[in-house]
């Protein structure tokens, strides 16, 4: 049996390789292992992230490096093309090259001193034992703390709550287009060929576009994006297309069990509403690292991990909130909630207040202006416990 270092972070996404480099940070030897053979390969992800968010984490990497176009707003259409439009002056999000992002943090997890075992994938666990197969051989590994940041399809997750099946998945496909856009919008689009989520176009530049939609695990995803397409005529070339399984559900509420911690997409730390999962993994990598460097140090019971992500899960509990309701109505109804929240004047306060991270920000303050009022029991469904 080998002895793998104290910490052992299991998946080399954004999420596992930042909690790998702050833990590494605080003097502990630390090792990722990534089942791919190159970091940020493949990819599977819209690219799209907040710029406060994104700020506020402090990762210490220019946006300019990473950054493919700089987006100021969102078109969003009901299933009966009722628009809302938010535009702000300034740039309020990012599309980025995912696998420059990822290459990026990979290079400040091995100056840390982190340990990064590439094409090493997790077969099997029993908390502190790991079966790891490494280019065709099988290794049993031990450590004193670990991370499990596998992913959508977590082995660690699995084995902490064998209970969760595809309900809490949507298939994802997305197509790398050529077209006419508007390269300063994003566009949304609800309707019956996304069932369970939306359709999206992602603007790279005003001729390159991701275009993509999510539906309920089964729904036939292929068939969905041809009803798509055909429906909104686009008039897009697919140049590549990927596809992925984006978890969508209320938080867990068990992060940690003995020694082993969950985090990223492993841990349902996505946003319901949207399926973004950067921001919200990169904080709670943080809390992570926070936890086992206190742990080590300290003797701090890891459980602290629950306690230093409620932070995390307050806003993840009001995405999934409002992504319930939302997909609770049917399209008529959807349709008059557009209509009601446009002469409400939600456009301009979300212009304003708008926080593609922390809807706890403005769901509050909606509740102080008289116009928006009339929406007053939708916000108090998503902040009343």
């Known amino acids: 049996m080998n002895e793998l270092p104290l910490i052992t972070v299991v998946g080399g996404g954004p999420a596992g390789l930042r909690c790998a480099a702050l ?73 980025i090259d995912r696998f420059r992002f990822d290459q990026l943090l990979y290079r400040q997890a091995v100056k840390e001193g982190v340990a990064v075992k590439l094409g090493s994938k997790l077969i099997d666990f029993t908390w502190s034992s790991l079966f790891i197969e490494t280019r065709g051989h099988g290794e049993l590994y031990k450590s004193k703390v670990v991370v499990g940041a596998d992913g959508t399809n977590s082995v660690i997750r699995h084995s902490m709550h064998p209970g969760i099946g595809g309900e809490s998945f949507v298939h994802a496909l997305q197509y790398r287009a050529e077209g006419s856009f508007d390269p300063k919008m994003v566009e949304l689009y609800f309707g019956k060929y996304a069932k369970g989520f939306f359709a999206w176009v992602i603007p790279e530049s005003d001729r390159i576009a991701r275009i993509g939609l999510g539906v309920r695990v089964g729904q036939g995803v292929e068939k969905c994006m041809r009803i798509f397409l055909h429906e909104k005529k686009l008039g897009a070339r697919p140049l590549s297309k990927s596809s992925s399984l984006i978890p969508i ?55 602290e991990y629950e306690k230093n992500l409620s932070a995390v899960n307050k806003e993840l509990s009001i995405h999934w909130k409002i992504h319930s309701y939302i997909h609770s109505l049917k399209e008529d109804s959807l349709d008059k909630l557009s209509v009601k929240a446009k002469k409400a004047g939600l456009e301009g306060f979300l212009e304003e207040y708008g926080d593609m991270d922390k809807p706890s920000t403005f769901v509050k303050k909606m509740l102080l202006k008289p116009k928006l009022w009339g929406l007053a029991p939708i916000a108090l469904r998503f902040i009343m416990h």
Do not use: W, Y
């Not at 406060?52 to 259409?77: P, Q, R």
């Open 23 to 95: 833990v590494a940070r605080e003097g502990f030897e630390t090792t990722v292992l990534e089942e791919h053979s190159t970091v940020g390969r493949p990819v599977q992800c819209a690219g799209l992230i907040s710029r406060t968010g994104l700020k506020e984490l402090d990762i210490g990497l220019n946006e300019e490096d990473f950054s493919v176009n700089k987006i100021f707003g969102a078109k969003i259409f009901s299933p009966r093309g009722e628009k809302l439009q938010v535009k702000s002056r300034k740039p309020v999000a990012l599309v």
């Open 249 to 303: 559900r209320e938080p867990l509420k068990k992060n940690m069990e003995n020694n082993v911690l969950l985090l990223g997409d492993a841990a349902f730390q996505t946003k319901a509403t949207t399926g973004g999962g950067i921001v919200m993994g990169l904080n709670a990598a943080k809390a992570a690292a926070e936890s086992i460097a206190n742990h080590m140090k300290h003797g701090s019971p890891l459980k």
